[in-house]
């Protein structure tokens, strides 16, 4: 099967997901991770009608998002202080931050840059000491700091959930939720109307992701 049949399929299957799950389609966005595939795979799924694209590594972020500067790039990969430039010259929002110092090194290269750069704070709901992120009960300590930073905007949470088994990935979905929720209401309103932005769900757990 061709890229473009399988990008329809998926979006099929998320359509349906969501009318089960009780939600309106247009507020799933999917984002095709593209960091097995070269340029003309990019190629190939923008002609199939994907616009998001997800990357782990700058390395093979920056010829992609050079390349295609009108697709919405996603740095999905763990941050190095030494490539926050090439990660914020390139994407239009970054899914992994939870540490202060990044945060405000971000900060500083978005305001040399002359752009506001959206982030999303990693969560390590699951508490698995493999997953990087923020304890849930540190993150309101983040979201403060950010919210002092005039060049980074805070738009929500991502977590990964622990593979194998579907309840269990649902829970862990379930309280990135409710997190939101809650650092939404510490947030002054001009921030808080930003900060709506669930990224989880990976092939496996994508339905569980939907109805959480
Ligand atoms: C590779 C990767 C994904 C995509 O995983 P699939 O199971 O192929 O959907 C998602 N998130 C991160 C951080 C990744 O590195």
């Known amino acids: 099967?061709?890229?473009e049949?399988?990008?329809?399929r998926v979006l099929e299957e998320v359509a349906r997901a969501c009318e089960d799950a009780g939600r309106?389609?247009?507020?799933v966005r999917v984002v095709a991770v593209s960091k097995t595939v070269g340029l003309s795979?990019?190629?190939?799924?923008?002609?199939?009608?994907?616009?998001?694209f997800g990357e782990n590594r700058p390395d093979s972020l920056l010829p992609k998002a050079q390349a295609f500067p009108h697709a919405a790039w996603h740095f999905i990969g763990n941050i190095?202080?030494?490539r926050i430039g090439d990660i914020v010259a390139s994407s239009q929002l970054v899914h992994s931050l939870y540490q202060e110092g990044h945060a405000l090194k971000i900060n500083e290269v978005?305001?040399?840059?002359?752009?506001v750069q959206d982030v999303l704070l990693e969560v390590n709901v699951s508490g698995e000491q493999s997953k990087s992120g923020v304890a849930p009960s540190e993150a309101g300590e983040l979201v403060r700091i950010c919210s002092s930073l005039r060049y980074v905007?805070?738009?929500?949470?991502m977590t990964m959930a622990p593979q194998g088994d579907q309840r269990v990935a649902r829970e862990c979905f379930e309280g990135l939720a409710r997190l939101l929720n809650e650092l939404k209401c510490s947030m002054d309103p001009a921030r808080?109307?930003?900060?709506?932005?669930?990224?989880?769900g990976m092939s496996e757990d994508w339905r569980e992701a939907v109805f959480a």
């Open 80 to 82: 190095q202080s030494r």
């Open 24 to 27: 309106r389609p247009q507020d």
């Open 5 to 8: 049949s399988r990008y329809a």
């Open 41 to 52: 795979g990019v190629q190939a799924a923008l002609e199939a009608g994907a616009h998001d």
């Open 153 to 157: 905007r805070l738009r929500g949470l």
């Open 192 to 200: 808080a109307a930003f900060f709506n932005e669930l990224s989880m």
């Open 110 to 115: 978005a305001m040399r840059l002359g752009k």
């Open 1 to 3: 099967m061709g890229i």
